[in-house]
């Protein structure tokens, strides 16, 4: 059986290598273009075309997957399945009716939970304590086509996005190796999945991730946890007078219960302990506008800091 695989980032490179070293024929893989990166605008390849490079794989970059020219690539390869795992683009509907077989999509939520691009980051930073990985069919509406296969996983306490993201990664990779063989005797059945159940995941952005301390602890903790390592929770201080950003890398929840939001409580090896609108917060790693990440300890000790 031969699979087209469509993704771009290194989610997408990671799971690619496991279908490749798990025998999975893919006959060409499509991925976003080249970006320049630094002073000297040198192109960097995306971590999906390295691997396919690597394998001796055909790699198209369409600027748009949408396009007439893009399509007319495609037929040659007679390919049964389509595979998407964090393109980065829409698919089209001429484009997803190619295949014998279809067009299936790896989704690190539990659909019809959490539709969108940043389900991982969203399930964290709303406080879930389970999440898991959908494997559906492509269709015209965003992540809402059938479901061929559901597996869930619990979200551990103090657990980031980076960190939940590589367990999905990996269980992903093994779910959709199990799919692809069974499309292997033809086409494989979904359950439909109900629009009225659904919630949205939309793209994280820098501003969604200020601090509010009067917020509650667990907000707190969990929206520093859920956008780590990026965008990265912030929050604004003081300091000698000056109005600096603070990133927040690592957080855990504080021991305080009665606190007033934005009080220093205790700073130690342990960290800064900070209170809250309920309870209070203990950051274990920060990095002040204009120098590195460290411990609050370091910071604390010679720069007098106020939240």
Known sequence: MKVIFFGTPHFSASVLRYLLEHGIKIVSVVTRPDKPKGRSNKLISTPVKEVAIEHG????????????????????????????????????????????????????????????????????????????????YMVKKMDAGDIIQTQSLVIDENETFGELEERLCQKGAEMLLQ????????????????????????????????????????RIHDLVRGSQPYPGAWCWVDVKGEKKRMKLIKSVLGASVNSVPRKIIAVNEEGVEIGCGEGSVKIQKLQLEGKKAMAPVELFRGTEVVF
């Open 57 to 136: 794989l055909p790699v198209y970059q369409p600027e748009k997957a949408s396009s007439s020219e893009f399509a007319n690539v495609l037929p040659p390869y007679e390919a049964d399945l389509f595979v998407v795992v964090a393109y980065g683009e829409i698919v089209k509907e001429h484009i997803l009716g190619m295949p014998r077989l279809g067009c299936i999509n790896l989704h690190t939520s539990l659909l019809p939970k959490y539709r969108g691009a940043a389900p991982i980051q969203r399930a964290i930073m709303n406080g879930e304590k389970e999440t898991g990985v959908s494997i559906m």
């Open 179 to 218: 799919t692809i063989r069974k499309f292997e005797n033809g086409p494989v059945e979904g359950m439909p999945q109900n629009d009225d159940e659904a919630t949205f995941a939309p793209k994280v952005e820098l501003e969604d991730c200020e601090i509010d301390w009067t917020m509650p602890a667990r």
